[in-house]
T-cell receptor, first 112, second 114 residues
Framework: GENVEQHPSTLSVQEGDSAVIKCTYSDSASNYFPWYKQELGKRPQLIIDIRSNVGEKKDQRIAVTLNKTAKHFSLHITETQPEDSAVYFCAAGGSGYSTLTFGKGTMLLVSP | EPEVTQTPSHQVTQMGQEVILRCVPISNHLYFYWYRQILGQKVEFLVSFYNNEISEKSEIFDDQFSVERPDGSNFTLKIRSTKLEDSAMYFC????????????FGPGTRLTVL
């Protein structure tokens, strides 16, 4: 089955800095890669996703890049703000399977 | 904006008891999922459901677990004989289509097994 590794487990940045979270996956058949943000005690919420026919996608301060050859994808947050503080999960899925396999999460702390 | 809802928000039960967790997916969605998240850990897939049957399930989803769509709106997860290690947050999710489509998560049910 699919295995998703996520790094780092915690990331502390100053407000205004950029943050990068990286994930690797094992199943070359996976073709859908969402990123979820989970605030403490809340539900995971999709912030951005990318499909395998695209190498990069951007939405305001958030971008995701995908390297299918290397089987890794990354989340980039620019101009971080304290409200970006949360746990971020990457996931991999698709290719006819409805399963999403999640990474272990990255706790992002943005200090004012 | 439509949301997935779940009840109860918190369930406390004794080991060995049966529990039923309830979910109301978004109305035009066709795919339904259950995930669990042990405190401080990652979200783990349990089962997916489409066209009134299980389409995929994980190793966690053993014979103690079952799912049902008893009517046109509810989607339930039953745990027949709860164990201490079943204590976790259980999230229901739904999506309009299957693979490669956004899954919308409910607020979760925190299950505590004593």
């Amino acid at each position: 089955g699919e295995n998703v590794e996520q790094h780092p487990s915690t990331l502390s940045v100053q407000e205004g800095d950029s943050a990068v979270i990286k994930c690797t996956y094992s199943d070359s058949a996976s073709n859908y890669f969402p990123w979820y943000k989970q605030e403490l005690g809340k539900r995971p919420q999709l912030i951005i996703d990318i499909r395998s026919n695209v190498g990069e996608k951007k939405d305001q301060r958030i971008a995701v890049t995908l390297n299918k050859t290397a089987k890794h994808f990354s989340l980039h947050i620019t101009e971080t703000q304290p409200e970006d503080s949360a746990v971020y999960f990457c996931a991999a899925g698709g290719s006819g399977y409805s399963t999403l396999t999640f990474g272990k999460g990255t706790m992002l702390l943005v200090s004012p | 904006e439509p949301e997935v809802t779940q009840t109860p928000s918190h369930q406390v039960t004794q080991m060995g008891q049966e529990v039923i967790l309830r979910c109301v997916p978004i109305s035009n969605h066709l795919y339904f999922y259950w995930y669990r998240q042990i405190l401080g850990q990652k979200v783990e897939f349990l089962v997916s459901f489409y066209n009134n049957e299980i389409s995929e399930k994980s190793e966690i989803f053993d014979d103690q677990f079952s799912v049902e769509r008893p009517d046109g709106s509810n989607f339930t997860l039953k745990i027949r004989s709860t164990k201490l290690e079943d204590s976790a947050m259980y999230f229901c999710a739904s999506s309009e289509q299957g693979a490669e489509n956004e899954q919308f998560f409910g607020p979760g049910t925190r299950l505590t097994v004593l």
